[in-house]
């Protein structure tokens, strides 16, 4: 907690290190702002009739002032007396105790504020030094005992008590500006707030502001200010002011409010009673407004034990009740609500009692018989009437004395003006509660022609899940697929159905209640694939069984894939159906184009490889030659992700490989051609890798191999172990001897790469050619360019004048740095 406090009082030593009235001592960190406000409302002058030369004996006697105003972010309440003389012997001193609540929830604990009246905590000495300690908890004075509190309010004072409260109410919604309570006391203003405040919801309570005294309340910044009889009040002109004076006596009059009338009588039952008004008005959400109580009064008559139960307004407070504090609505509080329809002995506003019962209904509340009985004899003499719509009200399970005529005449009409699933099930469901069965003549073929308007709606994907609800919905199933099915006997009909109309919830239902064999069974199962994507080759499988021509075959896929087959649903296709059937139609040309999408997009898998082994030269007769180049491509480069051992018979395929490329579409090409690549690249024959990438270069469409083989390369130069980087730059040394494109590797590739390597790795190298220099003799070029006799000169000769930086200043820069070589 942080409570801050200030002494005010006239003295010799103080803030303003002045002498004369002055802040005494205050905790540290007060905000000179709260310090003014506090000031300001604890500032004390004697009442009228105040003697000039008080004794000590009479100025015990002064009223003691004790107030509390929030000011949302923070709260003050303060403690103010009369002292008589100054330290100079002058009249007119009083001293006031200050706390300043930064979180006065918390800081009061529970507490209302009146209960500080008589607390220990409060001072009127002045203090030696000028910082004040902060306030860990404010103990409460006598008034906490609510007890004490209902036994003074016995002795006569409800009266006044109702007063006070009404008046607070009126104070609180706004309607008044300042409440005036005019007692011999200061204790008895004291006692009836404590009253009043404890008969307040909690977030109301905080918002009374108040002072137990003040000779001049027409200037008190409170709500209600406590005066003594001597004090003239002026009525307000523009009526914003309540004078109420609380006599000696405990008589008193005035209005009392409907809410004040009920707490009234919980005073009388008990505080438990009081305090069980409070913890219900806790759960009340959003949080009651003052100018709400008068209707929770009748909330409380209703739901609190021991109330009288006498409701002015029952249907206002069911109302009240569900919209903020729905945890009350139990059978003892329909009882009530039975007790007092039975009472009043007469029904009306019938749509808002159904409001009422359906919201009650969600949470498994129910009305009591009485209120029912008397809601259904109101709504079914207004439906009869044609007063009352019966779809737009709730009715009860069973209801009696309802014309089976009038009950169907209305039903039709309504379907008739409103032709939608949903007055549908409005309409066999009042007619269920009525106890009128759907006959199977108009009424039937209305309801059914609604049905098949929405169930083949895409855009309206709960219909299934409504016609499921529909009361006779079995008697209604049958029929709805009997007129679908006449409906879907053209071709035409059917593909559109499937393709646009029937959504996978409806085809999940029809599927469910249509007859085997039938076609509204065979659209619901194309529709239901289609949509969700699963199960598709079954279901044309099932689709074409009975005629697996080439035609249905071709029909059918165009339903289920609007887009391409999946490659694991193509090898589904080519293993099931007969190669004479699939190839006579579009698919293998679909499959074909799904590998280059695959290729094209995430990248080719295993279930592509199987999928081009399927699409057999057979199946893509009368595809143009790419399509076929195109699945050889897939084919063979998976061959060589395999990695197959070196042999002639590998070489000359990889030939027949890059050769298929040229015609292939170019994503299966450059995968194809970089599965060659790699290949070749990771084999451990250096002669046998030369002899093979010779042959390559000097096919048709060699120049894009080289492009993905010069990728590779490069990646592999860059960041592969010395001996690697050993066993394969002669195959490129063997290639430029050769062929120009050799060449270009070698001047561009290879020493663009190689340049980014450390010195170091560049000398693993040089010694790796130093090991490898006899198996890598057949390899070196015949020119003897520059006088390389053997691999470790060729290499030394090479780097020299192709990696300067890297072996040299590349290095001397490193080390220079301070960085690794």
Same mark, same amino acid.
């Given at each position: 907690?942080?409570?801050?406090?200030?002494?005010?009082?006239?003295?010799?030593?103080?803030?303003?290190?002045?002498?004369?009235?002055?802040?005494?001592?205050?905790?540290?960190?007060?905000?000179?702002?709260?310090?003014?406000?506090?000031?300001?409302?604890?500032?004390?002058?004697?009442?009228?009739?105040?003697?000039?030369?008080?004794?000590?004996?009479?100025?015990?006697?002064?009223?003691?002032?004790?107030?509390?105003?929030?000011?949302?972010?923070?709260?003050?309440?303060?403690?103010?007396?009369?002292?008589?003389?100054?330290?100079?012997?002058?009249?007119?001193?009083?001293?006031?105790?200050?706390?300043?609540?930064?979180?006065?929830?918390?800081?009061?604990?529970?507490?209302?504020?009146?209960?500080?009246?008589?607390?220990?905590?409060?001072?009127?000495?002045?203090?030696?030094?000028?910082?004040?300690?902060?306030?860990?908890?404010?103990?409460?004075?006598?008034?906490?005992?609510?007890?004490?509190?209902?036994?003074?309010?016995?002795?006569?004072?409800?009266?006044?008590?109702?007063?006070?409260?009404?008046?607070?109410?009126?104070?609180?919604?706004?309607?008044?500006?300042?409440?005036?309570?005019?007692?011999?006391?200061?204790?008895?203003?004291?006692?009836?707030?404590?009253?009043?405040?404890?008969?307040?919801?909690?977030?109301?309570?905080?918002?009374?502001?108040?002072?137990?005294?003040?000779?001049?309340?027409?200037?008190?910044?409170?709500?209600?200010?406590?005066?003594?009889?001597?004090?003239?009040?002026?009525?307000?002109?523009?009526?914003?002011?309540?004078?109420?004076?609380?006599?000696?006596?405990?008589?008193?009059?005035?209005?009392?409010?409907?809410?004040?009338?009920?707490?009234?009588?919980?005073?009388?039952?008990?505080?438990?009673?009081?305090?069980?008004?409070?913890?219900?008005?806790?759960?009340?959400?959003?949080?009651?407004?003052?100018?709400?109580?008068?209707?929770?009064?009748?909330?409380?008559?209703?739901?609190?034990?021991?109330?009288?139960?006498?409701?002015?307004?029952?249907?206002?407070?069911?109302?009240? $009740?569900?919209?903020?504090?729905?945890?009350?609505?139990?059978?003892?509080?329909?009882?009530?609500?039975?007790?007092?329809?039975?009472?009043?002995?007469?029904?009306?506003?019938?749509?808002?009692?159904?409001?009422?019962?359906?919201?009650?209904?969600?949470?498994?509340?129910?009305?009591?018989?009485?209120?029912?009985?008397?809601?259904?004899?109101?709504?079914?003499?207004?439906?009869?009437?044609?007063?009352?719509?019966?779809?737009?009200?709730?009715?009860?399970?069973?209801?009696?004395?309802?014309?089976?005529?009038?009950?169907?005449?209305?039903?039709?009409?309504?379907?008739?003006?409103?032709?939608?699933?949903?007055? $549908?099930?409005?309409?066999?469901?009042?007619?269920?509660?009525?106890?009128?069965?759907?006959?199977?003549?108009?009424?039937?073929?209305?309801?059914?022609?609604?049905?098949?308007?929405?169930?083949?709606?895409?855009?309206?994907?709960?219909?299934?899940?409504?016609?499921?609800?529909?009361?006779?919905?079995?008697?209604?199933?049958?029929?709805?697929?009997?007129?679908?099915?006449?409906?879907?006997?053209?071709?035409?009909?059917?593909?559109?159905?499937?393709?646009?109309?029937?959504?996978?919830?409806?085809?999940?239902?029809?599927?469910?209640?249509?007859?085997?064999?039938?076609?509204?069974?065979?659209?619901?199962?194309?529709?239901?694939?289609?949509?969700?994507?699963?199960?598709?080759?079954?279901?044309?499988?099932?689709?074409?069984?009975?005629?697996?021509?080439?035609?249905?075959?071709?029909?059918?896929?165009?339903?289920?894939?609007?887009?391409?087959?999946? $490659?694991?649903?193509?090898?589904?296709?080519?293993?099931?159906?007969?190669?004479?059937?699939?190839?006579?139609?579009?698919?293998?040309?679909?499959?074909?184009?799904?590998?280059?999408?695959?290729?094209?997009?995430?990248?080719?898998?295993?279930?592509?490889?199987?999928?081009?082994?399927?699409?057999?030269?057979?199946?893509?007769?009368?595809?143009?030659?790419?399509?076929?180049?195109?699945?050889?491509?897939?084919?063979?480069?998976?061959?060589?992700?395999?990695?197959?051992?070196?042999?002639?018979?590998?070489?000359?395929?990889?030939?027949?490989?890059?050769?298929?490329?040229?015609?292939?579409?170019?994503?299966?090409?450059?995968?194809?051609?970089?599965?060659?690549?790699?290949?070749?690249?990771?084999?451990?024959?250096?002669?046998?890798?030369?002899?093979?990438?010779?042959?390559?270069?000097?096919?048709?469409?060699?120049?894009?191999?080289?492009?993905?083989?010069?990728?590779?390369?490069?990646?592999?130069?860059?960041? $592969?172990?010395?001996?690697?980087?050993?066993?394969?730059?002669?195959?490129?040394?063997?290639?430029?001897?050769?062929?120009?494109?050799?060449?270009?590797?070698?001047?561009?590739?290879?020493?663009?790469?190689?340049?980014?390597?450390?010195?170091?790795?560049?000398?693993?190298?040089?010694?790796?050619?130093?090991?490898?220099?006899?198996?890598?003799?057949?390899?070196?070029?015949?020119?003897?360019?520059?006088?390389?006799?053997?691999?470790?000169?060729?290499?030394?000769?090479?780097?020299?004048?192709?990696?300067?930086?890297?072996?040299?200043?590349?290095?001397?820069?490193?080390?220079?740095?301070?960085?690794?070589?």
């Amino acid at each position: 907690m942080t409570i801050r406090q200030l002494y005010y009082t006239s003295c010799q030593h103080g803030k303003d290190g002045t002498q004369g009235f002055q802040v005494n001592a205050a905790s540290a960190g007060m905000a000179e702002r709260h310090e003014d406000l506090g000031l300001r409302l604890s500032a004390y002058r004697p009442a009228p009739s105040a003697p000039v030369l008080p004794t000590p004996e009479q100025i015990a006697r002064f009223p003691v002032a004790v107030g509390y105003r929030s000011f949302g972010d923070m709260a003050v309440l303060f403690h103010s007396r009369y002292l008589g003389t100054d330290f100079t012997g002058r009249q007119g001193n009083y001293f006031a105790h200050v706390l300043v609540l930064d979180a006065p929830d918390q800081d009061l604990d529970g507490m209302v504020p009146i209960e500080a009246w008589g607390s220990g905590l409060w001072r009127w000495q002045p203090s030696q030094g000028m910082q004040l300690p902060l306030v860990q908890v404010i103990p409460p004075g006598p008034l906490a005992d609510t007890e004490r509190i209902r036994a003074h309010l016995l002795e006569g004072r409800l009266p006044e008590f109702g007063v006070l409260l009404s008046a607070v109410q009126e104070g609180l919604s706004g309607r008044a500006d300042r409440v005036v309570v005019v007692a011999p006391e200061a204790v008895d203003v004291a006692r009836a707030l404590a009253a009043v405040t404890r008969s307040l919801p909690a977030t109301l309570a905080s918002a009374v502001s108040f002072t137990t005294f003040t000779s001049c309340p027409a200037d008190a910044e409170v709500l209600v200010a406590g005066t003594t009889p001597d004090v003239e009040v002026v009525n307000s002109p523009y009526g914003d002011q309540i004078v109420i004076t609380l006599a000696a006596d405990g008589s008193g009059d005035g209005i009392t409010s409907r809410y004040a009338s009920v707490l009234r009588d919980c005073w009388t039952r008990g505080v438990a009673a009081v305090g069980e008004v409070v913890a219900l008005a806790v759960h009340v959400s959003p949080p009651l407004e003052a100018a709400e109580l008068d209707q929770f009064a009748d909330v409380i008559e209703l739901a609190v034990p021991g109330s009288s139960g006498t409701v002015q307004a029952p249907l206002q407070a069911v109302e009240f $009740a569900l919209r903020r504090l729905p945890s009350v609505l139990t059978p003892a509080l329909w009882q009530r609500v039975d007790d007092q329809i039975r009472r009043v002995g007469s029904f009306d506003d019938v749509e808002r009692w159904s409001a009422v019962f359906t919201a009650a209904s969600r949470g498994g509340a129910a009305p009591g018989p009485e209120l029912e009985s008397a809601y259904v004899r109101a709504a079914l003499s207004r439906i009869a009437e044609g007063a009352l719509d019966p779809t737009s009200i709730w009715l009860p399970a069973r209801t009696a004395g309802r014309r089976e005529e009038t009950a169907l005449e209305w039903a039709l009409g309504a379907l008739k003006a409103s032709p939608q699933l949903a007055t $549908a099930a409005s309409v066999l469901g009042t007619l269920a509660r009525l106890g009128v069965r759907l006959p199977g003549t108009e009424l039937q073929s209305q309801v059914v022609e609604v049905v098949l308007a929405e169930l083949l709606n895409p855009h309206l994907p709960d219909a299934p899940t409504q016609l499921r609800r529909l009361p006779d919905v079995e008697r209604l199933l049958p029929v709805v697929c009997a007129q679908l099915e006449d409906r879907l006997a053209p071709d035409a009909l059917f593909d559109t159905a499937v393709e646009e109309l029937l959504s996978p919830a409806a085809a999940d239902l029809l599927e469910s209640i249509a007859p085997r064999g039938s076609r509204c069974a065979l659209a619901a199962s194309l529709a239901r694939a289609r949509g969700t994507r699963t199960g598709r080759v079954p279901v044309l499988l099932h689709a074409v069984q009975t005629r697996p021509s080439p035609e249905a075959v071709e029909r059918f896929a165009a339903l289920l894939w609007p887009g391409l087959p999946t $490659a694991g649903e193509g090898v589904q296709l080519c293993r099931r159906l007969d190669a004479a059937v699939l190839g006579a139609t579009n698919v293998p040309q679909r499959l074909m184009e799904r590998l280059i999408k695959d290729a094209e997009g995430p990248g080719l898998t295993r279930a592509d490889e199987e999928l081009a082994d399927l699409l057999t030269a057979d199946l893509l007769a009368g595809s143009p030659g790419s399509a076929v180049d195109t699945v050889d491509s897939v084919r063979l480069g998976a061959y060589f992700n395999n990695h197959p051992e070196p042999s002639e018979e590998v070489a000359q395929t990889a030939v027949d490989t890059v050769r298929c490329t040229a015609g292939a579409a170019v994503a299966v090409a450059d995968w194809a051609r970089g599965a060659v690549a790699n290949w070749m690249l990771s084999l451990t024959d250096s002669t046998y890798h030369a002899r093979v990438l010779l042959r390559l270069v000097r096919e048709p469409g060699s120049r894009s191999f080289l492009t993905v083989y010069g990728h590779r390369l490069a990646v592999i130069l860059a960041s $592969a172990k010395p001996p690697i980087i050993a066993a394969i730059l002669p195959t490129v040394v063997f290639l430029a001897d050769k062929d120009d494109a050799g060449q270009r590797l070698l001047e561009t590739t290879c020493r663009d790469a190689l340049a980014q390597r450390r010195k170091r790795e560049l000398d693993a190298v040089g010694r790796s050619f130093e090991t490898k220099n006899r198996k890598l003799a057949p390899l070196l070029p015949n020119t003897g360019k520059r006088g390389a006799k053997n691999w470790p000169s060729w290499w030394k000769d090479w780097r020299e004048h192709n990696l300067p930086q890297s072996s040299f200043a590349r290095f001397f820069g490193r080390r220079t740095s301070g960085g690794e070589d």
